[in-house]
């Protein structure tokens, strides 16, 4: 019964800690996403960066917390409102379905202001407006999931650039979630029948 009370605080408790990202120091796409990142060591993932203020280098790993939608306006590292992290998903999800388009990626820097070396182009600012509408029209960005930078940044404890990006991430599809479910208590009721037998 132990190990039973054990998975389960695993299971359900997991936004109770910090997560890793590592930048693997590769894009399919120069500077516009989907980046290559590794989350906890696991297999690389698609992310996009919604930061132009934020720089990382190949290799790069930091801590993150894990935020959805209802979550991310708590959060004080890239504050934001409701409406405007509803807009980065709804881009995002454009922008995974065209890796690597420059619009698309220039609108998400553009939600929190563009500052670099980037600018605003007439097709970023249709794509945003299009968010914007999305929006405006009830679109909730259910479907990703915010990886927000916890800690101290500095380029003495190793970061060079200072806080690292914030990044996207889809959130997987119900059936993949039904299926790691599924194992999981597969697995939970495995361990119980082993400490009976």
């Known amino acids: 019964m132990k190990k039973l009370l054990l998975a389960l605080i695993l299971l359900v408790g997991t936004s109770a800690y910090a997560d890793t990202l590592t ?4 894009t399919a796409n120069g500077e516009y996403g989907p980046y290559s990142m590794q989350l906890n060591g ?10 132009d203020n934020n720089w990382i280098t190949g290799g790069e ?3 993150v917390q894990a935020y959805n939608i209802g979550q991310i306006t708590g959060q004080s590292t890239f504050p934001g409102s409701q409406a405007q992290y509803n807009e980065l998903g ?31 182009t007439a097709g970023s600012s ?6 914007v509408a999305a929006v405006n029209g009830g679109y ?6 915010f990886y927000i930078p916890v800690g101290s940044f500095t380029s003495s404890n190793g970061y060079p650039y200072g806080t690292p990006q914030p ?11 039904a299926l790691l479910v599924t194992g999981m208590l597969a697995l939970m ?6 400490g009976r037998a």
Do not use: H, K
């Open 90 to 120: 709804y881009l995002a999800n454009e922008l995974f379905a065209d890796p690597g388009n420059s619009d698309l990626q220039l609108a998400i820097w553009t939600v929190f202001g563009l500052s670099g070396p980037f600018t605003a």
């Open 140 to 145: 909730v960005a259910s479907d990703v999931l």
């Open 61 to 63: 790993s930091w801590n």
């Open 126 to 131: 249709t794509d945003l407006a299009n968010a």
């Open 189 to 194: 009721l495995l361990v119980i029948r082993r």
């Open 23 to 26: 930048f693997t120091g590769s």
């Open 167 to 177: 990044f996207i991430a889809e959130t997987p599809e119900p059936s993949s979630l």
């Open 42 to 51: 696991g297999p690389v993932t698609p992310m996009i960066c919604f930061s």
